[in-house]
């Protein structure tokens, strides 16, 4: 049995973090000492390793719900993890794109500044006219 430092250490997890997915049903309850410690199991530790890969790999928490209620069930087709995995491959492939245009822009407004004064600064005309801007700000966020 661990403890929570313990598990947290193993896994490159902070303590706060484990709590957090208790609380949220990611990881089971751990079981207690008398002293009210929290105890964890292996299957605790390739739990929340489980999860922190996948957080790695950028996965959202409720990606990541739906992936271990599906390995809970080993019998049945991966057939919903396999669509899971694929949506994701789909949003890093659109912020990929987003990413090179926003290097893209970044390239362009660099290359037009000329290093004089702050008053003639490329760099901040296009920040202060988004219609000299190539990127679409639709998205918000990358």
Same mark, same amino acid.
Request: charge should be neutral; aromatic fraction near 4%; charged fraction near 30%.
């Given at each position: 049995?661990?403890?929570?430092? +313990? #598990?947290?250490?193993?896994? $490159?997890?902070?303590?706060?973090? !484990?709590?957090?997915?208790? %609380?949220?049903? &990611? ?41 271990? +209620? #599906?390995?809970?069930?080993? $019998?049945?087709?991966?057939?919903? !993890?396999?669509?899971?995995? %694929?949506?994701? &491959? ?47 700000? $639709?998205?918000?966020?990358?």
């Amino acid at each position: 049995m661990l403890t929570i430092g +313990t #598990l947290a250490k193993r896994t $490159g997890s902070k303590v706060q973090t !484990i709590r957090y997915y208790e %609380q949220i049903g &990611l990881m089971p309850e751990p079981e207690r000492t008398e002293g009210g410690q929290r105890r964890y199991s292996g299957a605790a530790l390739d739990r929340l390793s489980f999860i922190r890969h996948a957080r790695d790999l950028g996965f959202s928490l409720d990606a990541i719900r739906e992936l271990l +209620t #599906l390995s809970d069930n080993p $019998g049945q087709p991966c057939t919903d !993890i396999d669509a899971i995995a %694929q949506k994701h &491959l789909r949003a890093v492939e659109a912020r990929l794109v987003r990413l090179e245009a926003l290097r893209r822009e970044l390239r362009r407004m660099i290359g037009e500044c000329s290093g004089g004064a702050v008053s003639e600064c490329r760099v901040l005309e296009v920040l202060r006219d988004h219609g000299e801007c190539l990127m679409d700000h $639709g998205s918000g966020n990358l």
